[in-house]
């Protein structure tokens, strides 16, 4: 079997060759389809995951149905919440899920919890990853209670066009709207005005911004 080149984790280099090899005996590469559930609270817990290509979405989920998303992680990014079990001090009611077809690397949790509670650059990292994710938490209360949706949307396309290096989102507005906890409607009609001002222009399955500068200038005033 092909070894997994685990040295994309920075703290591979600060592992014993013990810890190295149960690591690779133990790692695989998973894939999910889109909008598949990978980790909620009323799943088992599934381990450390390194994006090699797609993008997941972690988002909390209300009673009433309503979803919040807390981050996007793409290629060469690392999903913590799908081994939240692990975290004693800290907890996140959040959900995982594959916002498009997901390929990763798969620590299992019992090894990666295993090796953290030795190896303190592995449990450093855990813990950054955790205080990041905090941090998205209190970022996306902030844009819910403190940005209008027509800032949230460009917030949003900016963040987006600048993570993939273009102009374009390919994206449905059903898929925006769930990305930034509203209504598909209220996105829509937002999307239209925005479009008739010229900063936009909206396609089937997508948005280009044509006026970047203005985006900008509605975000921050």
């Known amino acids: 079997m092909e070894r997994i080149d685990l040295s994309v984790f920075p703290f591979w280099q600060y592992l ?3 810890e190295k090899e149960r690591l690779q005996s133990q ?7 889109e909008n598949q559930m990978i980790a909620s609270t009323e799943m088992d817990c599934l381990g450390v995951l390194y994006v090699k290509s797609g993008v ?8 009433d149905g309503r979803e919040v998303t807390i981050a996007r992680l793409a290629e ?19 959900q995982v899920s594959a916002e498009s077809q997901v390929e990763a690397i798969l ?3 019992n090894i990666i919890s295993d090796i953290k509670e030795k190896n303190v650059y592995v449990e450093n990292y855990v813990y950054r990853l955790t205080t990041e994710r905090f941090s ?16 949230r949307i460009i917030t949003f396309l900016l963040d987006e066009t600048a993570r993939t290096g273009g102009d374009t989102v ?6 925006l709207a769930q990305a930034i906890g509203s209504a598909r409607e209220a996105v829509t009609r937002t999307l239209k005005q925005l479009s008739s001002a010229g900063v936009i222009e909206v396609f089937r399955g997508g948005i280009k911004i ?3 500068k203005t985006l900008y200038e509605k975000v921050t005033g």
């Open 16 to 18: 014993t060759e013990d």
């Open 107 to 109: 620590i299992p949790v």
């Open 210 to 212: 044509t006026d970047r």
């Open 136 to 151: 998205d938490v209190i970022s996306a209360v902030e844009q819910m209670l403190f940005m209008t949706l027509e800032q």
């Open 27 to 33: 790692a695989r590469i998973v894939q999910f389809s």
């Open 170 to 175: 390919h994206m449905t507005q059903e898929k």
């Open 76 to 94: 060469d990014d690392v999903c913590l919440l799908s081994a939240s079990c692990m975290l004693s001090q800290i907890s996140f009611p959040a």
């Open 56 to 63: 997941i979405r972690l988002y909390l989920y209300s009673e």
